[in-house]
């Protein structure tokens, strides 16, 4: 490494007023987001490292791992009971789907709802910030059903669509 870079910050690619010297953006906070009371962080907040992403960044931060997105498709049409969430993601083990969903209510995307009774039994939905994630998650499955397409057709004959 040249000695001219010593000290000077790797900034990630993309936005150039991220670069030292600069203040950074507020973070835009898409319209359906804004409607359900869902702001960008407050500066003093805990999560302002948020503010620092780029939006991608923030979305793929979101739904990483192969569990979330299967969730979210999961809870898309109403509340389910975990049992029926395992039955709905494939291959995972109870204690990686109670992790999620754990994960997933500390952010502020699932809620669990505790039938009152003697047994323990709960019912996970989306909530208004969780619920703005359903049209990427559509946008998911129908770019998976375009792949499908694409797979079946023979090699020779794909198209430009």
């Given amino acids: ?41 407050s500066p003093a ?38 049992s029926e969430l395992m039955r709905h993601v494939p291959r995972v083990t109870r204690k990686a789907l109670r992790r999620e969903l754990a994960d997933m209510e500390g952010l502020g995307l699932v809620c669990r709802d505790v039938r009152p009774g003697s047994s323990r039994r709960a019912k996970y939905s989306l909530t208004p910030l969780g619920q703005t994630l359903r049209p990427v998650v559509g946008a998911m499955y129908e770019w998976g059903l375009l792949r499908l397409g694409h797979e079946r057709r023979p090699i020779g004959r794909l198209s430009r669509d």
Avoid at 22 to 28: D, G, I, L, M, V
């Fill in 1 to 41: 490494m040249s000695t001219h870079l010593a000290g000077v910050a790797r900034v990630p690619f993309g936005d150039p007023s991220r670069r030292a010297g600069h203040p950074a953006k507020p973070a835009w906070t898409p319209p359906v987001a804004r409607e359900a009371g869902m702001g960008p962080a």
């Fill in 45 to 82: 907040s805990p999560s302002s490292t948020a503010l620092l992403q780029m939006p991608i960044e923030l979305t793929l931060d979101t739904l990483r791992g192969p569990h979330r997105p299967l969730i979210v498709w999961g809870l898309f049409w109403g509340a389910r009971p975990f």
